[in-house]
Nanobody, 123 residues
Framework: QVQLVESGGGSVQPGGSLRLSCEAS????????VGWFRQTPGREREAILC????????VLKPSIEGRFAVSRDNSRNTVHLQMSSLKEEDTATYFC????????????????WGQGTQVTVSS
């Protein structure tokens, strides 16, 4: 049973940084595309970044360009989302997902999801 577990969320002031992690079990994440999504109450879940094979990164949400970065830690079977210069509008629950595809990015209908981790940006 493929499982994804996000961690690293928390509360931070505007301008601060957080690093989220997406750790997988029963599957080697370094061979598949992984997507990061976020959702706020009353709104649809949205894709923000996709990390495909060969570390090809797709930025899917223009507002995070230059502030968010994604990377793999193959030794820990983990994908990280480094968030910097955080803004109040980045407040959301963040999720990672995969379809066990190498080059096709996950979507909101993907099969495997983590439980989410809450990020709150507030002064």
């Amino acid at each position: 049973q493929v499982q994804l577990v996000e961690s690293g969320g928390g509360s931070v002031q505007p301008g601060g940084s957080l690093r989220l992690s997406c750790e997988a079990s029963e599957v080697s994440l370094n061979t598949y595309a992984v997507g990061w999504f976020r959702q706020t109450p009353g709104r649809e879940r949205e894709a923000i970044l996709c990390l495909r094979m060969r570390d090809d990164v797709l930025v899917l949400k223009p507002s995070i360009e230059g502030r968010f970065a994604v990377s793999r830690d193959n030794s820990r079977n983990t994908v990280h989302l480094q968030m910097s210069s955080l803004k109040e509008e980045d407040t959301a629950t963040y999720f990672c997902a995969t379809d066990l595809e190498r080059f096709r990015c996950p979507t909101t209908t993907s099969k495997y999801w983590g439980q989410g981790t809450q990020v709150t940006v507030s002064s």
